[in-house]
């Protein structure tokens, strides 16, 4: 899953603008869009392809790895029914996924800002919650690796405002890391 538009603006099929609507709410019964990132700045509406495009009265959208795969899944609320599980049953880079636990900073680790290197580069993650309306995504990190099986370095700087630097660190895998360990490490374990 690369971007999901689950109550929002739509664009006119040929001239690619927004559809004047008037005075009308945009929170009616609509077709939700999943997108498929082109990697050269578009994106490709592929909806379809797993029954994401349903037409309904969207309210919330949570984001985790539901069967601890490493593929992000989707849960799609929606006003007066129940919640829908789309599964990402794609195919997969190498992934890790990372839990932390605030000892000084916030149990949650909420405002943590964490970066991850690969021989790729950098990828940066900042923990969040309440991001949603009427939802919340999951607090562990999922940063894709690619080819790459291995994470050269991890680096956290925590709400405290102390930082923790770890690597390397095994990919395919959950790990934890505690804020302020004697020695920092991670420790893997199923999440």
């Known amino acids: 899953m690369d971007m999901f538009d689950g109550v929002g603006r739509r664009r006119e099929k040929t001239t ?11 929170n009616g019964r609509e077709r939700n869009a999943l997108f ?6 578009t994106f490709t509406d592929v909806g379809w392809v797993n029954a994401a495009d349903r037409i309904e009265d969207g309210r919330g959208l949570s984001v985790l790895d539901y069967d601890g ?5 989707l849960l799609l609320r929606n006003f007066r029914q129940p919640a829908h599980l789309l599964r990402n049953d794609g195919p997969t880079g190498h992934w ?10 916030n149990r949650d680790a909420v405002g943590a800002r964490l970066r991850v290197r690969t021989p790729t580069g950098w ?5 969040s919650a309440g991001t949603g309306f009427l939802s919340g995504s999951t607090l562990v ?13 991890v ?6 405002g102390t930082r ?28």
């Open 16 to 26: 690619g603008q927004f559809l004047n609507i008037g005075q009308h709410s945009l």
């Open 36 to 41: 498929r990132n082109n990697r050269d700045g």
């Open 69 to 73: 795969d490493g593929r992000l899944d």
């Open 96 to 105: 890790i996924a990372l839990r932390l636990i605030g000892v000084r900073s």
């Open 123 to 127: 990828q940066t993650r900042v923990v």
């Open 141 to 153: 990190q999922h940063v894709g690796l690619g080819p790459h099986d291995t994470v050269q370095a």
């Open 155 to 160: 680096e956290i700087d925590w709400p405290s």
């Open 164 to 191: 923790t630097a770890l690597g390397p660190l095994a990919a395919d895998r959950p790990w934890t890391i505690v804020e302020g360990a004697p020695d920092p490490g991670a420790i893997a374990e199923g999440l």
